[in-house]
């Protein structure tokens, strides 16, 4: 079964660029999804198949993949950008998504 | 707009059957580019994938959750639900039914989300 590993925690100034990990032995093959979870919200799908943005997210939020890391880069951090962010994708070989632990960003 | 509503009791006894369902609007669960998923959050903690059910009806689950959890569909009501057997203290989470969108062969993304149900398991 795939694992996402993701750091548990990220903290980075306002007007900085953070950088949120996603691990996996698999991730080179597969497309990865970002989401973003503010407190007491439901997810929200941020980035699709790799590096696309979903409608609305603003231009600071880009995502990429290399070897068997992908990464989510917030730049021009924003106090409003304080969430948990989570990576996932799908584990075909055994039919199921699988989600990242999930990262804490906290704007300093 | 799709829109995607979990119901069901807040709070289920030890041992008992817990059952969720998800009423979809502004989309269909028969739809050939969609799959219909729930996913659960214990309090403080990360995501959970839970299973899906495709266009088809075809179910499919996590391989760390036990044979306890069954999701089934309903094209009349356009609705899709859980039903968690046995439940322990364990299986209290904030409940999400979500869409996820097919592109290819590929599951893609979960494009929309309920606002999630709180379940507490107690005795």
């Known amino acids: 079964s795939n694992v996402l590993t993701q750091p548990p925690s990220v903290s980075e100034a306002p007007g900085k660029t953070a950088r949120i990990t996603c691990g996996g032995d698999n991730i080179g093959s597969k497309s990865v999804h970002w989401y973003q979870q503010k407190p007491g919200q439901a997810p929200v799908l941020f980035i699709s198949y790799n590096t696309n943005r979903a409608s609305g997210i603003p231009q600071r939020f880009s995502a990429s993949k290399s070897g068997n890391t992908a990464t989510l880069t917030i730049s021009r951090v924003e106090a409003g950008d304080e969430a948990d962010y989570y990576c996932h994708m799908w584990d075909s070989g055994a039919d199921h998504g699988v989600f990242g632990g999930g990262t804490k960003l906290t704007v300093l | 707009q799709v829109h995607l509503q979990e119901s069901g009791p807040g709070l289920v006894k030890t041992s008992q059957t817990l059952s969720l369902t998800c009423t979809v609007a502004?989309?269909?669960?028969?739809?050939?580019?969609?799959?219909w998923t729930w996913v659960r959050q214990p309090p403080g903690k990360g995501l959970e994938w839970i299973g899906y059910?495709?266009?088809?009806?075809?179910?499919s689950y996590s391989p760390s959750l036990e044979s306890r959890f069954t999701i089934s569909g309903d094209t009349s009501q356009n609705q899709f639900s859980l039903k968690v057997t046995s439940v322990t203290a364990a299986d209290t989470a904030v409940y999400y039914c979500a869409r996820g969108h097919y592109s290819g062969h590929d599951h893609g993304p979960l494009d929309y989300w309920g606002q999630g149900t709180l379940v507490t398991v107690s005795s």
């Open positions: 059910i495709s266009d088809t009806g075809s179910t």
């Open positions: 502004g989309g269909s669960i028969s739809s050939v580019d969609h799959y």
